[in-house]
Nanobody, 117 residues
Framework: VQLVESGGGLVQPGGSLRLSCAAS????????MRWYRQAPGKERELVAS????????NIADSVKGRFTISRDNAKNTVFLQMNSLKGEDTAVYFCNAHRRHDGMDYWGKGTLVTVSS
């Protein structure tokens, strides 16, 4: 099983980034996919989630209106589009796969997003 995040980096305030998470080794469409983030000295925070079919998504209030989650089950990939980035969005962003009926979880290693001028 692998979850590999990409797309992080340094961006100026107001800018955009698109994170990707490529999954392998499990039945991707059977898992809800989630993006979490963890800023220095803070707890890990759920940012966005999307169901296995992609039919339903939830976005944290802290990023609502700026972030969008989507998935491509044909490519076993989940995305996080981040717009109007702010300094407080600086964090390591983690991809998570969650299977509801038994609570199975897989995690990626994270990708660093730094929002700074």
């Amino acid at each position: 099983v692998q979850l590999v995040e990409s797309g992080g980096g340094l961006v100026q305030p107001g800018g955009s980034l698109r994170l990707s998470c490529a999954a392998s080794g499990f039945t991707f469409s059977s898992y809800d996919m989630r993006w979490y983030r963890q800023a220095p000295g803070k707890e890990r925070e759920l940012v966005a989630s999307i169901t296995g079919t992609g039919g339903s998504a939830n976005i944290a209030d802290s990023v609502k209106g700026r972030f969008t989650i989507s998935r491509d089950n044909a490519k076993n990939t989940v995305f996080l589009q981040m717009n109007s980035l702010k300094g407080e969005d600086t964090a390591v962003y983690f991809c998570n796969a969650h299977r509801r009926h038994d609570g199975m979880d897989y995690w990626g290693k994270g990708t660093l997003v730094t929002v700074s001028s």
